[in-house]
């Protein structure tokens, strides 16, 4: 059994700085692709940034790259979100994603992923 679990979401300004973490029990850690998305009220999900397991590549949303930094931490069985710059926008449900090995084309897809946690909110407002 595989849970994945996010945290530190919260409130913020615009402009400010959050770091989510997502904690990963149960299978082999290294050997998951990982991904973040979000989803925002009425909209679709949708992919934020996600590594392979061998974590050298991070691909990120045009929308995030820049401001977002995502790192992997096997050891911890971890994967972190660094969101600086933080614009109202960005105001979403964030949800951390594991699988095994998803391919390259394939790791914008929400529906590539079998493993989720519950989500943690971020809102940016002044």
């Known amino acids: 059994q595989v849970h994945v679990v996010e945290s530190g979401g919260g409130l913020v300004p615009p402009g400010a700085s959050l770091r989510l973490s997502c904690k990963v029990s149960?299978?082999?850690?290294?050997?998951?692709?990982m991904a973040w998305f979000r989803q925002a009220p009425g909209k679709e999900r949708e992919f934020v940034a996600g590594?392979?397991?061998?974590?050298?590549?991070?691909y990120y949303s045009d929308a995030v790259k820049g401001r977002f930094t995502m790192s992997r931490v096997n050891d911890e069985n971890a994967v972190y979100l660094q969101m600086n710059n933080l614009e109202h926008e960005d105001t979403a449900v964030y949800y951390c994603?594991?699988?095994?090995?998803?391919?390259?084309?394939?790791?914008?897809?929400?529906?590539?992923?079998?493993?989720w946690g519950r989500g943690t909110q971020v809102t940016v407002s002044s």
């Open positions: 590594n392979r397991r061998s974590g050298d590549i991070t």
């Open positions: 149960g299978g082999s850690f290294n050997q998951y692709t």
């Open positions: 994603a594991a699988n095994g090995r998803i391919m390259r084309s394939d790791l914008r897809q929400a529906s590539k992923y079998n493993y």
